[in-house]
């Protein structure tokens, strides 16, 4: 059984900074592509970045050169970098490994 625990939510003034965590369990988590998605209240749920086992990483077009993806294969852990943040990323933010969800982590950018 995959379990995904994220963390490192909270409240942040635009131009803020926040890093999300995700803490992987019952996968082989080097092996396994390991994503952020995140949903706003009425929305669907929107990709926002990918890491591929082979080291590869995507960014949807609102998160590139803003976030930044990573992982801790000794520890079991994705990371999401957030830079810069805007109000429009206020959302609840999801670690996914397919088919797989944690229970998400909330992000809000307010002034």
């Known amino acids: 059984q995959v379990q995904l625990v994220e963390s490192g939510g909270g409240l942040v003034q635009p131009g803020g900074s926040l890093r999300l965590s995700c803490a992987a369990s019952g996968c082989t988590f080097s092996d396994v592509n390991m994503g952020w998605y995140r949903q706003d209240p009425g929305k669907g749920r929107e990709f926002v970045a990918l890491?591929?086992?082979?080291?590869?990483?995507l960014y949807s077009d609102s998160a590139k050169g803003r976030f930044t993806i990573s992982r801790d294969n000794a520890t079991n852990t994705l990371y999401l970098q957030m830079n810069n943040l805007k109000p429009a990323d206020t959302a609840i933010y999801y670690c996914?490994?397919?088919?797989?969800w944690g229970q998400g982590t909330q992000v809000t950018v307010s002034s």
């Open positions: 890491s591929e086992y082979l080291v590869t990483t």
């Open positions: 996914n490994v397919l088919p797989y």
